[in-house]
Antibody, heavy 124, light 108 residues
Framework: QVQLQESGPGLVKPSETLSLTCTVS????????WSWIRQPPGKGLEWIGY???????NYNPSLKSRVTMSVDTSKKQFSLNLRSVTAADTAVYYC??????????????????WGTGTPVTVSS | SSELTQDPSVSVALGQTVRITCQGD??????ASWYQQKPGQAPILVIF???IRPSGIPGRFSGSTSGNTASLTITGAQAEDEADYFC???????????FGPGTKVTVL
């Protein structure tokens, strides 16, 4: 059974870069999409972006100028870098697997495996 | 990019049926997926596709879509179903994903 675990600093200073890593266990990291989602305190979920195992990426337009994602298939890890953070970036950050397939004339997209989440606070 | 809308909250009596809706243009092209989130926990997938439940999700959860509206129905709500429910779909104009704002379900 696939499991995901986020790791990284819980406190980041304003204007610095938030860096998180998600480690995949129980299955290969190849041939799947891997996503980051965040949730500010008391608010809803916000999709940050995804990276395919080949390295191709797609980011939320509202964050695109500050986000970079990367993948290391040998370590079974994928990472998130968010630059120039402010207090508005304070949130619980989740990594998740995106399953996508086409079957019987329909496309299916869903996030079926999630990490437990890691809280990140932006503060000096 | 597309947006998804949900009612902020809904309540249901124990054992009764509740339907949560999600509206957005992207739902005309792509199915919604639904996530249950309890306080302090990560979301879990409860419905995807036309009406598919992942392994371990009780049969009282079901989904449907009509036009630009997706629905999650809990038939015979239990106390443990009290949670926030988020819908999500792929954007219809690009390869992005979007989440609805969430519906808080209270079981009375």
């Amino acid at each position: 059974q696939v499991q995901l675990q986020e790791s990284g600093p819980g406190l980041v200073k304003p204007s610095e870069t938030l860096s998180l890593t998600c480690t995949v266990s129980g299955d290969s990291i190849s041939s799947d999409y891997w996503s980051w989602i965040r949730q500010p305190p008391g608010k809803g979920l916000e999709w940050i972006g995804y990276i395919y195992s080949s390295g191709s990426t797609n980011y939320n337009p509202s964050l695109k100028s500050r986000v970079t994602m990367s993948v290391d298939t040998s370590k079974k890890q994928f990472s998130l870098n968010l630059r120039s953070v402010t207090a508005a970036d304070t949130a619980v950050y989740y990594c998740a697997r995106v399953t996508a397939f086409y079957m019987q004339f329909d496309y299916y997209y869903y996030m079926d495996v999630w990490g437990t989440g890691t809280p990140v606070t932006v503060s000096s | 990019s597309s947006e998804l809308t949900q009612d902020p909250s809904v309540s249901v009596a124990l054992g009764q049926t509740v339907r949560i809706t999600c509206q957005g243009d992207s739902l005309r092209s792509y199915y919604a997926s639904w996530y249950q989130q309890k306080p302090g926990q990560a979301p879990i997938l409860v419905i995807f596709g036309k009406n598919i439940r992942p392994s371990g999700i009780p049969g009282r959860f079901s989904g449907s879509t009509s036009g630009n509206t997706a629905s999650l129905t809990i038939t015979g709500a239990q106390a443990e179903d009290e949670a926030d429910y988020f819908c999500s779909s792929r954007d219809s104009t690009d390869n992005h994903f979007v989440f609805g704002p969430g519906t808080k379900v209270t079981v009375l």
